[in-house]
Structure formats: structure tokens, C-alpha cells
């Protein structure tokens, strides 16, 4: 332990797994479930408002989201979570992290209850405030993936088993029964349930103690919170507090920027979950929309988007938590940009072959595996490392800048990838794709590793401490 470092956040440092740990493994990660849940659940549903509020008498396919509606249902929630990362991030550096923290799922939980609310009587109506919603529930949002298919599943099984239906080809109009308006507002609304738990678990926990000491400058309260959930005594050291002052640089100043200036760019891609259903159709994955009814549509969507994140998603993620303290951070990212780049332009560049009705299954592995490199890569380590290289006084605000950056490329992702699969097709789509993943990997060279470092290192304010200590005594 270094003489200048307080002796609570070296306990943090050096304190072995314990109940609190286990405690704040859950928060963070039910947090991290529902913004999931919430932004990826409204996929599982889009056919089967197409179905419903924009069915045509007479037509001989069912009805589909116009490309503006769909590309607005889906990238509204990301568009407001720029703001509201930036706007949160600011303000839990600000406040406290756990009033804030409190602040946002209660915003999420508003908004998804809203969301499966929207009551009225015409389609533009039901667009227009599902999207006013979704927006408001995006600013709120500061396994997940599997959850949203695994009630999909649930809730379209109950309501095909109680309302059966047959086919479109058979009978338009009772292919979709009245009671299946229910299935996406159930669906939709499932996400307040974890956000409101979270929220209750989150109040019995106390605030962070590197907030508390370096940003609140309360020590002792910092002590006294820890010396609780650790279980040890812990001296609050003010004295060591004072050696801090003047130790200190803000964000728009060109020491920060020199420091952390390029490790705010991160990189986060959400159009492979968004639209993997438009994919899969587009190459004859699932049977044609005429043969089913809607509640079945969207049985088939769930059950195909589930075993996707069951066999690829979260082993990607397992295989993460597994390595990622025995391997550097740096090395898993490079290498789940790299293996989705090779899958992607594998499959665009023979896009024909795959399209062909005996190479459908090895396309489906194929895309499949991006799933497990994006999770055994980039889509992991782009949550750990910011929360990981930035002073305290600034990590919330600088892991806001950089999640934002990351929901900027989805924003693109869930707005342009329908427009420019209509326009050129998904062959070259998924060419530009497999391009801004290698551009990924090319950014990941700018992140440093932190893997085995106190945060004190890995952010330079152990390195500032040292060189104030020897300014001061010479």
C-alpha cells in the first residue's frame, strides 16, 4: 500500500469476494438488464405492429412497418440516450452517484410502463407516442438480449395457446386476433419489473467510497460506509485528503486531453441485434409472413432470437468474465473485432451462396458467431474499461462521453441500416458493417490496458500524487 493512498480505498483494493460484492455484481448487472431489455425488446415485436396497424384489405402479404416508422420505433430510444448518457454521466459527478443512478431507473421505469400504454385509436397515434415514450425511456438508460426472447417466448406461447388463429393466406383478417395488441405492450412493459427492484436494492447500498473520499471529499463517511459492508476498521485520514488539493484538472483542459483525450472514443454496435430478424428473413431463415398468423410471427422471431443469444450471446459473455482478468482487456477486444470482421465479410462477400436453401443453416452459424465475439470482445470490454481509466472526480462524465460515442454508431446503425439494406441491398450492408468493425479494431490500439492496476494507477492519479509529494519537497 502506497503511504499517500487512504487506507478504504486500498482495502477496496485488496478485500476478497465477499457478500457486498456479490451484492453490487447484481445491481450493476440488473441495471445493465434492464437498458438491454429495454432497447432490444422493441425488435421482437415491429412485425407484429406492421400486422396490426398497418394491415391493408385485400393484400396478399400482411402489413409491415412503413421504413421511416420501423427505423423511428427502433433508433428514437438511442437518439434521446446520447443526451441523457451525457446529461447523467455530467450529473453524477455532480450529485451523487446513487441519487442518480436512483433518478434514471425511475425515468426507465415511467417510460416502459408509457410504452406498452399507448392507447389510442389510429396507427399514426400509436407510432407517435410509443416513439415519445421511447424516447423518454433512451434518456432514462445511462443475459439482457436472452431475457427479452425468453418473454417473448412466454407471453406469445400463452396467447397462441388462449387465441388461436390460422394462417394469413387463409384468413387475413382473423390471422390477427384482437387480444394479440396485448403481446408487445406486455413485452414492452416487462421492463419497469427490474428497474424497480433495482432501484429498492440500490437505496440499501451505500455511495461508492472513491466518490465519497476523492469527489465529496468525505473521508470519513467514506470510511464509515466501507468499514460496514467490509466488515473492518478503517481510519478516514483526512490529512491525506488535503495532500489533494491542487492535484487536480478539469475536464476541458488540455492536461486531460493530452491524458485522456482519445480513450474516450468507444465503439459499440447494436445493428446485427436490432435487425437479425430482417437478415434472416431476407435469406429465407424463416417461413414466408403469409403462412402464419401474427401471434406465431412473433413465437418464431423469439424462439430464433433466443437461441441465438443462448449458444452465442451470453457463452460470449461467460467466456469474458472468465478471462478477462487472466488476459488483457486490449487483447480480447482486438480479437473480437477481428473474428467479426472475418465473419462479416465471410458472409457478405459470398452473399449469393448463403442465400441458396442448403447453405441457410451455415449462414445462421455464421452470423451467429459475431454474436459471440461481440460479446467475447468489444461489447464487454467497452463497458469494463471506461468505468476503469478515468480520474474519479470525472469517470461518470467521461464514461457518458464515451458511451455516447458508442450509441452515436447505433443510432446510425438502427436509422440507416434499413434505409441502405433497401437501397443496395443486405450484401453490401453487411460489407459495411465488416468495414466499421475493422475500423473498431483499429480504435482499440488507442485504449491503454488496465488489467491488475488500482484505479489510482490505471487513471494517473497515483503518478500525479507522487509527483506533487516530490514537488513539495524540493
Same mark, same amino acid.
Given at each position: 500500500?502506497?503511504?499517500?493512498?487512504?487506507?478504504v480505498?486500498?482495502?477496496?483494493?485488496?478485500?476478497?469476494?465477499q457478500w457486498y460484492?456479490?451484492?453490487?455484481?447484481?445491481?450493476?448487472?440488473i441495471?445493465?438488464?434492464?437498458?438491454a431489455y429495454?432497447?432490444? %425488446?422493441?425488435?421482437?415485436?415491429?412485425k407484429? !405492429?406492421?400486422?396490426?396497424?398497418?394491415?391493408?384489405?385485400?393484400?396478399s402479404t400482411?402489413g409491415?412497418?412503413?421504413?421511416n416508422?420501423?427505423a423511428?420505433?427502433?433508433?428514437?430510444?438511442? %437518439?434521446?440516450?446520447?443526451?441523457g448518457?451525457?446529461f447523467f454521466?455530467?450529473?453524477?459527478d455532480?450529485?451523487?452517484?446513487?441519487?442518480v443512478?436512483?433518478?434514471?431507473? !425511475?425515468?426507465?421505469?415511467?417510460?416502459?410502463?408509457?410504452?406498452g400504454?399507448?392507447?389510442?385509436?389510429?396507427?399514426?397515434s400509436?407510432?407517435?407516442?410509443? %416513439?415519445?415514450?421511447?424516447?423518454w425511456?433512451?434518456?432514462?438508460i445511462?443475459?439482457?438480449?436472452?431475457?427479452?426472447?425468453m418473454?417473448?417466448?412466454?407471453?406469445?406461447?400463452v396467447f397462441?395457446?388462449?387465441?388461436?388463429?390460422p394462417s394469413?393466406e +387463409?384468413?387475413?383478417?382473423?390471422?390477427?386476433?384482437?387480444?394479440?395488441d396485448?403481446?408487445?405492450?406486455?413485452?414492452?412493459m416487462?421492463?419497469a419489473?427490474?428497474?424497480?427492484?433495482?432501484?429498492?436494492?440500490?437505496?440499501? =447500498?451505500?455511495?461508492?467510497?472513491r466518490?465519497t473520499?476523492?469527489?465529496?471529499?468525505?473521508?470519513?463517511?467514506?470510511?464509515?460506509g466501507m468499514s460496514?459492508?467490509l466488515q473492518?476498521d478503517?481510519?478516514?485520514?483526512?490529512e491525506?485528503?488535503?495532500?489533494?488539493k491542487?492535484?487536480?484538472f478539469?475536464?476541458?483542459?488540455?492536461?486531460f486531453?493530452?491524458r485522456h483525450g482519445?480513450?474516450?472514443l468507444?465503439i459499440?454496435?447494436?445493428?446485427?441485434n436490432?435487425?437479425?430478424?430482417?437478415?434472416?428473413s431476407a435469406i429465407? %431463415?424463416?417461413?414466408k409472413?403469409?403462412? =402464419?398468423?401474427?401471434?406465431?410471427?412473433?413465437?418464431?422471431i423469439?424462439?430464433?432470437?433466443?437461441?441465438i443469444?443462448?449458444?452465442?450471446?451470453v457463452?460470449?459473455?461467460?467466456f469474458?468474465v472468465?478471462?478477462i482478468?487472466k +488476459?488483457?482487456r486490449f487483447k480480447i477486444?482486438?480479437?473480437?473485432f477481428?473474428? =467479426?470482421t472475418?465473419? =462479416?465479410?465471410?458472409?457478405?462477400?459470398?452473399y449469393?451462396?448463403?442465400?441458396?436453401p442448403n447453405?441457410?443453416?451455415?449462414?445462421?452459424i455464421?452470423?451467429? !458467431?459475431?454474436?459471440?465475439?461481440?460479446?467475447?470482445?468489444?461489447?464487454?470490454?467497452?463497458?469494463?474499461?471506461?468505468a476503469?481509466?478515468?480520474?474519479?472526480r470525472?469517470?461518470?462524465?467521461?464514461?457518458g462521453i464515451?458511451?455516447?460515442?458508442?450509441?452515436?454508431?447505433?443510432?446510425?446503425g438502427a436509422?440507416?441500416f434499413l434505409?441502405v439494406?433497401d437501397?443496395?441491398g443486405?450484401?453490401?450492408? !453487411?460489407?459495411?458493417?465488416?468495414?466499421i468493425?475493422?475500423?473498431g479494431m483499429?480504435?482499440?490500439f488507442?485504449a491503454?490496458?488496465?488489467k491488475?492496476k488500482s484505479?489510482?494507477?490505471?487513471?494517473?492519479?497515483a503518478?500525479?500524487?507522487?509527483?506533487l509529494?516530490?514537488?513539495?519537497?524540493?
Open positions: 500500500m502506497a503511504k499517500d493512498q487512504l487506507q480505498l486500498n482495502a477496496l483494493d485488496v478485500a476478497k469476494t460484492h456479490f451484492t453490487a455484481i447484481i445491481i450493476a448487472g441495471g445493465f438488464f434492464t437498458d429495454d432497447l432490444f %425488446c422493441i425488435s421482437l415485436v415491429t407484429l !405492429l406492421g400486422r396490426i396497424y398497418y394491415h391493408k384489405e385485400g393484400d400482411p409491415t412497418l412503413p421504413s416508422v420501423s423511428a420505433i427502433n433508433g428514437v430510444a438511442f %437518439c434521446d440516450t446520447l443526451e448518457q451525457l454521466g455530467w450529473l453524477g455532480k450529485m451523487r452517484r446513487k441519487r443512478y436512483g433518478m434514471t431507473l !425511475l425515468l426507465m421505469v415511467i417510460s416502459s410502463v408509457a410504452s400504454l399507448s392507447f389510442v385509436s389510429d396507427s399514426k400509436v407510432m407517435a407516442t410509443l %416513439c415519445f415514450f421511447r424516447f425511456l433512451g434518456f432514462g445511462g443475459f439482457r438480449i436472452l431475457a427479452g426472447g418473454i417473448a417466448i412466454m407471453v406469445s406461447a397462441k395457446a388462449f387465441y388461436p388463429a394469413y +387463409i384468413d387475413a383478417n382473423l390471422s390477427i386476433v384482437l387480444e394479440a396485448y403481446i408487445w405492450r406486455n413485452i414492452l416487462f421492463g419489473f427490474p428497474a424497480l427492484l433495482t432501484y429498492y436494492w440500490r437505496t440499501k =447500498m451505500p455511495e461508492t467510497a466518490y473520499a476523492l469527489v465529496a471529499k468525505n473521508a470519513k463517511q467514506a470510511a464509515a460496514k459492508v473492518a478503517l481510519e478516514f485520514e483526512p491525506k485528503l488535503q495532500q489533494k491542487g492535484n487536480e478539469g475536464l476541458f483542459t488540455t492536461r486531453l493530452s482519445l480513450h474516450l468507444d459499440a454496435f447494436y445493428s446485427q436490432l435487425f437479425q430478424k430482417d437478415i434472416f429465407g %431463415c424463416f417461413p409472413a403469409k403462412t =402464419m398468423n401474427a401471434i406465431e410471427e412473433v413465437y418464431k423469439a424462439i430464433a432470437q433466443t437461441l443469444a443462448l449458444y452465442n450471446t457463452p460470449g459473455y461467460w469474458t472468465a478471462l482478468d +488476459i488483457e477486444q482486438l480479437m473480437g477481428f473474428f =467479426m472475418i465473419f =462479416m465479410f465471410a458472409l457478405a462477400i459470398p449469393h451462396h448463403w442465400t441458396l447453405n441457410q443453416i451455415g449462414f445462421v455464421m452470423y451467429s !458467431l459475431t454474436f459471440f465475439f461481440a460479446n467475447f470482445g468489444p461489447n464487454a470490454t467497452t463497458f469494463v474499461v471506461p476503469e481509466i478515468f480520474p474519479a470525472l469517470r461518470s462524465t467521461c464514461h464515451s458511451a455516447t460515442s458508442g450509441k452515436a454508431g447505433a443510432m446510425v436509422f440507416g434505409y439494406a437501397a443496395i443486405v450484401k453490401k450492408s !453487411l460489407m459495411i458493417l465488416g468495414f468493425n475493422f475500423l483499429l480504435f482499440t488507442l491503454p490496458e488496465s491488475g484505479l489510482e494507477e490505471i487513471s494517473g492519479e503518478d500525479k500524487k507522487k509527483e509529494k516530490h514537488n513539495l519537497g524540493s
